[in-house]
């Protein structure tokens, strides 16, 4: 196009470089450091063209370049000065200052440079100036609008596609026809161009702006080269001034086009402003009976809020996003974490992050409902939604930020002032229904408190009189509420309160506001109820009694079991008699009393003799039986003064004033009354008690220490043969001492290795042949020395540490034997006792077997021992247990045979293969008839079903000759020899095996193990 104007009597240069320099760098914002090479690119594009298209000289080409260039420049920072906010050309007052600040300013301003320079032929200085404005304005209109408005779509076409196209060939055609040569000769520019005015004004009205600009664009360049066609013969100041007439045509034309564009513009906004104020405000009805209509959880109410936002207004997402705001404010901007988050299309911003960024001035506002400068969900958001309106307001709860509600928008919609101000008043709104939710749930909350409480509650008004309860009050009385309405609640008065006791009551209520503490009240049926609670006045704000709250709960039942717990945790349920609890509580008064008195407490430590047996053998409701049947002797030789405790299973204390002969009266008279049989069932038993006696101020002044010294006296009396009572000593509490020391060091003795494992052989009566032995545990103390096990066996049994070392000798003795095996010696059996304990283990019958393969012994090898307190434990279980070892192969022994609570059907059910006689019957047997006698019954039981017999302790021939008339089978004992080492066991009496050599069995009479 530009070619067509370059000939010899070319007078229009029209350039596009200035229009195309100012409509990009509106178009596309950025920091001008960015736009430099684009800018330089389009003055050197701009001079090319003039110097090449136009032929100008090439000064007067890079001048006019650079006017042109100029003007787009300067009319872009003149448009963003005055008009920073918007560049929608489709408001009246954006195109407006388009087309002044951006086109006609600069042009009338930069026409100035040309003018001057550039004027060849001596024409007057304002029509040269003409002359370039019309140049410079007219080429930033076309260009500049052809170029901004392909941007612009939203006034639409209100016709066919087609029509659009047929009007610009209509409106080409007329320009042909009005722009002849003939008519500008003659007129210059034809006064029938003026009929484009209205013809452009019924196109802007039903075509697009972007459509009306293209053909205006078109048209104009077309007017523009007919009129340069049609000019060649004219004078200069002619040829101008037809220039400059079209020129402003085409300006007036375009300025027109803008007008109407805008007017239907502002109607149409205003329509959809109308249409979408409706809509919000239908919505905020909407959402306004949602919040009030039922009872919503916040939750529902943000869901809704979401969806009717969405759906009514017409935004494109709604969000509600709860916060954990922070308490103190920042100086920068704070990034929030989100607790909740409720929107509205659900879609992939719930995977997003759980913060939102926040400016610090905002975060401590209790008030204000403007919208949030920087609060959008979208700032850590990385799923590129492309919202570009996205607008946050503040929902506040208990005074403080709570939560924000976002709307989101790609489509649009318009967030006018009118649209601002309502999304304000609905965060209020939402607001002010959180503070109803909460309201109406903390109302909820007390009806149901009211209606479903525990505690009576009854209001009265400041006379007295009733005028409601709730049904707590009605179940306690028995009163129904219609009974008690009007009425005075002195009609639940009990009588046992005097009058004092309501007068203080009336005077704590008047003074100090409230009274609390307990009372008895009567039912309906007269029953009397203990109730405890507050009477709490209400008064108003004049600070007159509006009301009396009685908030009351009935604790008769929990005083009663208060009472039965004190008595549960001071009194045995058993005996009935007082406890160890008892006794720690009242030690105290007692030694008091006794101080004042002048006098000394004396503390005896009972102890049953053997109750423990009889416990395991007969059973514990047996023995439970017994325990309460020698409480009631115990009470029957007590005086006034004199306090019984039961202190633990089988053991009893008791406190009285110390007199040196009441106090042993006392002690003899107790175990007097226990030397008398006891009927329990059908079955009498003989039981009597050890008393240790203990005097306060000599043996201890605390009850621990009273009670140590004479448990260790009840000890000495027990060693003295029981059924006595003995006094404490320092050298019992030396003795005691040295126990507990004991005790300690047999802690760490297996540790230390400490044990070893002694050999006593057992002999074969009638020819002195070593069968068997027996496993002795010795403890060799390294500053003791060697340890009897008669004082140190009894010590593990009460420490519990006779278990471990029981383990210990069971392997101990298993892997000797193995190692015997496997030196090739002829291996005799080895016994090894057991005590209850470890018999009772569960796992015992395992532990035995593991052993055993563990180290390839043979079970006929070992023989196990057990006392007649250990087979009588518990029956059952020592029945299967038993039989379970003789299935696995080991023989069984009785240790101690005779000494305990035999009961002969016992030796029916077990399946034992050897009796051992106790020492006790066979020291000095020679010498005693009566001894003689025992064990001749004893060999005589063992002979009829068929067991061995085993005499242990024989120190002299003349023992053992009588021993063998007797018809005892075997013996062992230090008249053949004393318990050895293993080696040496083994040098003696293990020969090699040979191939003829079996290992010997356990000794039985017809018994294979």
């Known amino acids: 196009m530009a070619t067509a104007f370059a000939s010899p009597h070319q007078f229009i240069p029209l350039e596009p470089s200035g229009a195309l320099l100012c409509s990009a760098l509106l178009l596309v914002p950025r920091r001008m450091q960015q736009d430099v090479p684009f800018i330089l690119g389009v003055l050197l594009l701009s001079v090319l063209s003039q110097r090449l298209l136009y032929q100008q000289p090439f000064a007067d080409a890079v001048l006019i370049a650079l006017t042109f260039w100029l003007q787009g420049l300067v009319g872009f920072f003149l448009f963003r ?73 939203k006034h639409q076409a209100r016709c066919w596609p087609l029509v659009p196209l047929l009007a610009w060939l209509a409106t080409g055609a007329l320009t042909f026809a009005i722009f002849n040569q003939a008519w500008v000769l003659s007129y210059g520019v034809p006064p029938e161009s003026f009929i484009f005015v209205p013809l452009y004004g019924i196109f802007t009205a039903y075509f697009s702006m972007r459509i009306n600009a293209w053909i205006l664009t078109s048209n104009g360049l077309l007017a523009l080269y007919l009129l340069q066609r049609a000019q060649g013969s004219t004078s200069i100041e002619l040829e101008i001034r037809n220039y400059l007439l079209l020129s402003l045509l085409i300006i007036a034309i375009h300025t027109l086009n803008l007008l109407i564009t805008a007017l239907l513009t502002e109607r149409d906004r205003s329509l959809v402003r109308i249409r979408r104020s409706k809509r919000m405000y239908e919505a905020l009805s909407a959402i306004n009976q949602e919040m009030v209509g039922d009872n919503y959880s916040e939750a529902e109410v943000f869901e809704k809020v979401c969806r009717i936002v969405t759906h009514k207004i017409g935004v494109e997402q709604t969000s509600v996003a709860v916060c954990g705001f922070p308490p103190t404010a920042a100086d920068e901007p704070q990034l929030v974490q989100m607790s909740q988050l409720y929107i509205y299309p659900t879609n992939q911003c719930l995977d997003t992050g759980d913060t939102l960024q926040l400016a610090p001035e905002r975060l401590q506002q209790s008030a204000g409902f403007s919208r949030f400068e920087y609060a959008t969900l979208c700032s850590p958001c990385q799923k590129n939604c492309q919202f570009n309106q996205v607008f946050a307001y503040p929902i506040y709860k208990h005074g403080r930020l709570y939560a924000l509600l976002s709307v989101f928008d790609s489509t649009g919609f318009e967030f006018d002032e009118a649209v601002q101000a309502l999304f304000e008043r609905l965060a209020k709104n939402i607001t002010f229904a959180l503070s109803a939710i909460e309201s109406r749930q903390q109302l909820n909350l007390i009806n149901e ?366 892997a000797q034997l193995g190692q015997w095996l496997a030196q090739g010696l002829a291996v005799k059996p080895v016994a090894l006792n057991m005590s209850l304990p470890m018999f009772q283990r569960p796992q015992f019958i395992e532990e035995l077997k593991y052993l055993l393969e563990r180290y390839g012994v043979p079970s006929h090898l070992v023989e196990l021992e057990i006392t007649e307190r250990v087979a009588m434990g518990d029956f059952n279980y020592t029945v299967s247990t038993l039989k379970a070892l003789r299935a696995l192969g080991v023989t069984i022994a009785i240790d101690d045979f005779g000494t305990g609570y035999s009961s002969m059907s016992y030796l029916f059910d077990f399946p034992i293969s050897t009796l051992k006689i106790d020492r006790a019957f066979v020291t000095d047997i020679d010498q005693d008839s009566k001894k003689q ?20 302790g024989i120190e002299s021939e003349q023992e053992k000759q009588l021993l063998m008339l007797l018809g005892c089978d075997y013996y062992q004992g230090f008249h053949f020899s004393k318990p050895i080492p293993a080696a040496d066991f083994a040098a003696r009496y293990l020969a090699p095996a040979t191939q003829r050599d079996q290992p010997s069995s356990a000794i039985s009479k017809g018994v294979t193990a």
């Open 933 to 952: 006698g025992i064990v001749n019954a004893i060999i005589s039981l063992a002979n009829t079903m068929e067991l061995t017999t085993v005499a242990e």
């Open 81 to 153: 000065i005055f008009n920073l906010e918007h560049i929608n050309f489709e408001r009246m007052e954006v195109a407006f200052n388009y087309l002044a600040l951006g086109c006609l300013l600069p042009s009338a301003l930069l026409a100035c440079i040309p003018a001057v320079v550039l004027n060849p032929e001596p024409l007057p200085l304002p029509l040269t100036w003409a002359y370039w404005f019309s140049q410079l304005s007219l080429a930033a209109v076309l260009f500049s609008s052809v170029i901004l408005l392909m941007e612009i779509g």
């Open 449 to 814: 408190v009211f209606e479903y409480g525990h505690e009576s509650i009854v209001i009265t008004d400041p006379s007295g009189q009733i005028i409601k309860v709730n049904p707590a009050f009605s179940r306690i009385t028995g009163y129904s509420a219609d009974e008690v309405i009007g009425q005075n609640p002195r009609i639940l008065k009990s009588g046992r309160q005097d009058p004092h006791f309501y007068q203080a009551l009336w005077h704590s209520l008047v003074e100090q506001g409230s009274w609390s503490g307990e009372f008895w009240n009567k039912k309906k049926s007269g029953q009397l109820y203990l109730q405890r609670g507050t009477i709490s006045v209400v008064r108003n704000v004049q600070g007159e009694i509006e009301h009396l709250i009685a908030i009351m709960e009935d604790i008769t039942e929990q005083r009663a079991a208060a009472e039965n717990i004190r008595r549960l945790a001071n009194f045995d349920m058993l005996t009935g008699l007082a406890n160890r609890n008892s006794l720690m509580e009242q030690f105290y008064l007692l030694t008091e009393q006794a101080y004042q008195r002048d006098k000394q407490l004396v503390a005896m430590f009972i102890d049953l003799d053997d109750f423990k047996h009889v416990n395991d053998a007969m059973g514990h409701q047996f023995g439970d039986a017994l325990l309460k049947a020698v409480a009631l002797r115990f009470q029957r030789v007590l005086t006034a003064g004199e306090q019984l405790y039961r202190f633990s299973g089988d053991e009893f204390v008791l406190l009285a004033p110390y007199d040196s002969i009441s106090s042993v009266d006392l002690a003899e008279a107790i175990i007097q009354t226990l030397s008398y049989p006891f009927e329990i069932g059908e079955q009498t038993v003989n039981i009597g008690c050890s008393i240790g006696i203990a005097i306060s101020g000599t043996d201890g002044t605390s009850l621990d220490q009273l009670v140590g010294s004479a448990d260790a006296a009840m000890y000495r009396a027990k060693a003295s043969g029981r059924g006595t009572y003995a006094f404490f000593s320092a050298e019992m509490q030396t003795d005691a001492m040295e126990k507990f020391t004991l005790k300690r060091a047999l802690a760490q003795a297996l540790e230390q290795h400490e044990f070893e494992l002694y050999y006593q052989p057992k002999v074969r009566i009638m020819d002195n042949e070593v069968m068997s032995a027996e496993a002795l545990v010795r403890w060799q103390h390294p500053q003791r020395g060697q340890i009897s096990p008669a004082y140190f066996i009894p010590l593990a049994e009460q420490s519990g540490q006779i278990v471990q070392i029981d383990l210990w000798v069971l392997e101990t003795v298993i």
